[in-house]
């Protein structure tokens, strides 16, 4: 899990003073806490993750000559079709064409090949590769800033008032 803001950023953020070090660890251990709670909420993780293995089902995931991902995907090391053999990029695209991240690998017209499975169709096909919303570590600039004011606000929650009175 990537956190996507720092200590002195949030530091910053709040305008506490170099001497004031006193909650430095509390707000270290709330980084990664906004950082899970923004992935969560947007369903997608902000930087990238490297050599990752996926799995997918040979038949509910495909649709024609489109496999459909379940997750972003900046860039493919190993495509391996259900039956086990290697489908090398010169035989699919991925999509959006020109744009990332990337939902789906589509098999080219022009390919012999086609999604299929030996004996299961479920997990059958395995995607090796950069996954993520972003092609770096760093997250995009409004997420990073929405981790620092998520932090702020976790670090201020216990001088909320929880009471209200009122009509």
Same mark, same amino acid.
């Given at each position: 899990?990537?956190?996507?803001? $720092? !200590? ?7 305008? @506490?003073?170099?001497?004031?070090? #006193? +909650?430095?660890?509390? /707000? &270290? ?36 000559? $489109? !496999? ?7 860039? @493919?090391?190993?495509?391996?079709? #259900? +039956?086990?053999?290697? /489908? &090398? ?36 096909? $395995? ?41």
């Amino acid at each position: 899990m990537s956190s996507y803001c $720092t !200590l002195a950023e949030v530091r910053a953020y709040k305008k @506490i003073g170099a001497a004031q070090t #006193g +909650d430095d660890a509390l /707000i &270290t251990d709330l980084i990664p806490q906004a950082s899970q709670r923004i992935d969560s909420y947007c369903l997608r993780t902000f930087t990238v993750r490297t050599a990752e293995t996926r799995k997918f089902d040979a038949v509910l995931d495909v649709d024609g000559d $489109t !496999l459909y991902l379940d997750d972003d995907l900046q860039s @493919i090391t190993t495509l391996t079709n #259900g +039956d086990g053999t290697a /489908i &090398t990029s010169s035989n699919y695209v991925l999509l959006p064409a020109n744009r990332t991240p990337k939902y789906a690998i589509k098999l080219k017209a022009s390919s012999s090949v086609s999604w299929t499975y030996n004996t299961d169709p479920e997990e059958a096909i $395995t995607v090796v590769g950069n996954w993520g919303y972003n092609n770096t570590t760093e997250p995009p600039e409004d997420i990073k800033h929405a981790a620092i004011r998520l932090t702020a606000w976790y670090y201020d929650l216990p001088a909320a008032p929880y009471e209200t009175t009122g009509m």
